[in-house]
């Protein structure tokens, strides 16, 4: 008998550690073709595919075993595990990466585009045409400082900073095979500018923040017909979804790289929660709130839509949304920019939603934007914007409490950060590879860049 239960045990953890490397090796060549893809094709980087740090670094060691094939023609690279679970990215002049899955749907798109919006060299733009006067050695010092490793055995690879201040580019650096022409992922800092695209239509009276049965499978008597476009925004769903990196079968991971409809698999969970009760973080609602705009837009205009209303007039012309196969942008984390562009909307925020007179956010939008949302843990979050830094880049530090009270961040995976301070008529911008997060301190970083200016 003892024998048997030894052999059936013994079975059992080999058909999970099979399921599991089955599992492991489709979301590791999706991982792989998605970022190579971007990069290969959006940043405008020469590299060695097969040597990227993106997908080889620390912590993703396990995807140099991946091999991937790039082809330049049809703009795809396709990733494998020793030729298993083959998983492809393709790349569209003006749409950037898209992960195609081998079940998904790829009817999304429409018609072919006319037109590559965000694939020429990027604009300057007359505020921030060149680095100001008031560059001072005491700012230059701070910079060089955010370049360097303190750490040996947790890199920061910072890539690019800009910092803009009183509407002047006052520092600017790239780390070597960067400059400002580069388009970086800002990861979930696209989650900010998805709030902005929601705000132009609020303001537009397309949408209201008091919106209900926002989906077609939320209608009453459905409980998720109660949830209102304010609390998706704010994080208080109350849909159950698990925002964990470093588990491979959460919700997260599934939505982004093993789901061709990021938004109708978010949209799809059972709430966990009343509506507007509970503050939970979770990258699927920002891609239910993508889905909102694109019906609310119309499939017809939707593509060339988040240029004309909002990169065009602040003249962030690298700007490039990601979609998912279905077609709907992923909001919560595909977006590459330039620095300088990502510095551009950051100051469209300083500047109360107004650009060169011309007004893009409703008034209040900003106020409502970055007021704290009440069930979020101390109020560090407020309308898809971070109000307060988390203790992972330095928060909660004495560094963190010399940051003005009326800051407010946009951060992405891998330490991207967008830092508006209104007070102090400053943007600051840092983009780099920091695989493991707290190798990054924001906190720090903001705090002597105040002391230097």
Not at 205 to 232: G, Y
Not at 235 to 255: A, H, N, P, Q, T
Not at 268 to 279: D, K, M, V
Not at 365 to 393: C, M, Q, R, Y
Request: one cysteine or more; aromatic letters at 10%; charged letters at 20%.
């Amino acid at each position: 008998m003892l024998r048997w239960a030894i052999l059936v045990a013994t079975a059992a953890a080999a058909l999970w550690a099979l399921a599991r490397l089955w599992r492991v090796a489709a979301i590791g060549a999706a991982y792989r073709s998605k970022v190579l893809c971007s990069i290969v094709f959006g940043t405008g980087r020469t590299i060695d595919p097969q040597h990227v740090e993106d997908v080889s670094v620390d912590s993703y060691w396990p995807l140099r075993i991946f091999r991937s094939r790039v082809d330049p023609v049809a703009r795809t690279v396709t990733s494998s595990l020793f030729g298993l679970r083959s998983r492809t990215a393709t790349y569209r002049p003006g749409l950037g990466a898209t992960l195609f899955l081998p079940t998904g749907n790829s009817g999304g798109f429409g018609e072919a585009r006319h037109s590559a919006p965000g694939e020429g060299p990027p604009r300057i733009g007359p505020s921030m045409a060149s680095l100001n006067a008031r560059t001072t050695s005491s700012v230059q010092r701070v910079i060089d400082r955010a370049f360097t490793e303190p750490n040996p055995k947790r890199l920061r690879r910072t890539r690019a900073i800009v910092v803009v201040h009183d509407g002047d580019m006052v520092a600017e650096q790239y780390a070597p095979d960067f400059d400002a022409t580069t388009r970086l992922p800002g990861w979930s800092m696209a989650k900010s500018v998805l709030n902005a695209l929601v705000g132009i239509l609020v303001g537009e009276k397309r949408l209201s923040l008091r919106d209900t049965a926002l989906m077609p499978e939320w209608q009453p008597p459905d409980p998720r017909s109660a949830i209102t476009l304010e609390d998706l925004l704010r994080m208080r769903s109350g849909l159950k979804f698990s925002e964990l990196y470093s588990d491979f079968s959460s919700d997260v991971i599934e939505m982004l790289f093993n789901q061709p409809d990021t938004a109708a698999y978010a949209a799809r969970q059972p709430l966990s929660f009343a509506p507007g009760n509970t503050w939970s973080y979770a990258s699927g609602t920002s891609n239910i709130v993508s889905a909102i705009v694109r019906r609310t837009v119309g499939d017809r205009a939707y593509f060339d839509w988040p240029r004309a209303a909002l990169f065009d007039p602040i003249g962030m012309t690298s700007a490039t949304l990601e979609p998912d196969a279905a077609g709907t942008f992923v909001c919560s984390s595909f977006m590459l920019a330039t620095a300088r562009d990502w510095a551009r909307f950051g100051q469209l925020f300083l500047q109360d939603g107004v650009w060169e007179g011309r007004r893009i956010l409703p008034v209040d939008w900003v106020k409502f934007s970055t007021t704290p949302t009440t069930p979020s843990l101390l109020g560090n979050f407020g309308a898809h914007w971070w109000l307060k830094l988390g203790p992972e880049i330095g928060g909660g530090t004495d560094a963190a409490a010399r940051i003005p009270r009326d800051a407010f961040f946009a951060i992405g995976h891998e330490a991207q950060t967008l830092t508006v301070i209104p007070s102090q008529r400053l943007v600051a911008v840092r983009l780099g590879l920091s695989v493991y997060i707290d190798a990054w301190n924001q906190a720090e970083f903001i705090a002597e860049l105040l002391d230097a200016l």
